[in-house]
């Protein structure tokens, strides 16, 4: 293998059950809680008389820019995981039999939660809420960064040992290092 993901690669992935297991988190946990809270939050911003900071056609337009990349970029972190990692992208089904440093990987330790950051600020964009995207959006953030730190890496962590400890300290949590990685 060559290190790279193609299109047809990620076709592939979509009739593998590993790739579901977390897509049907995503969609039937995750996506309906957002929109519900999202709901509470624009009744809240009525209530108060808050505005919405984004209006027609643009926040229509930001939302079809974020989300879907958001989704697609999930979606080819998730192929490097299941082909690569040679199982979940779910840690709490097992996750991967193997350490995947390249792709996306080699840049970020978590690149599913850019394009988790970017899909649900598409959403926040399409309703225009202030407080969703200004206030709850960096909780999120803060949240997965925590849960990602201190709960996912621990178990991986203990799972790969010392290669992942290496891999850590060389690779961001987030924020994309673009300068080449040599492990």
Not at 21 to 45: A, K, S, T
Not at 57 to 69: E, G, R
Not at 87 to 108: D, E, F, H, N, R
Request: a positive charge; glycine letters at 8%; aromatic letters at 22%.
């Amino acid at each position: 293998m060559n290190n790279t993901i193609t299109f047809k690669d990620m076709l592939k992935i979509l009739v593998r059950r590993e790739f579901y297991i977390d897509i049907l988190v995503i969609f039937f946990i995750c996506v309906p809680c957002v929109l519900l809270f999202l709901f509470g939050i624009r009744m809240f911003e009525n209530y108060m008389n808050i505005n919405q900071f984004i209006h027609y056609p643009y926040n229509i337009l930001f939302f079809l820019l974020f989300s879907p990349a958001g989704f697609l970029f999930i979606w080819y972190s998730y192929t490097y995981l299941i082909i690569y990692g040679d199982g979940s992208p779910c840690p709490q089904i097992g996750g991967t039999t193997k350490l995947v440093m390249v792709g996306p990987y080699a840049y970020v330790r978590h690149p599913s939660v850019i394009g988790k950051f970017f899909g649900v600020l598409g959403v926040g964009f399409l309703f225009g809420s202030p407080v969703f995207v200004f206030v709850i959006i960096p909780i999120l953030t803060i949240w997965s960064a925590y849960y990602n730190r201190f709960i996912q890496e621990k178990y991986t962590e203990e799972k790969f040992g010392q290669a992942y400890v290496q891999y850590r300290k060389n690779t961001p949590m987030f924020i994309p290092n673009f300068r080449k990685k040599d492990f």
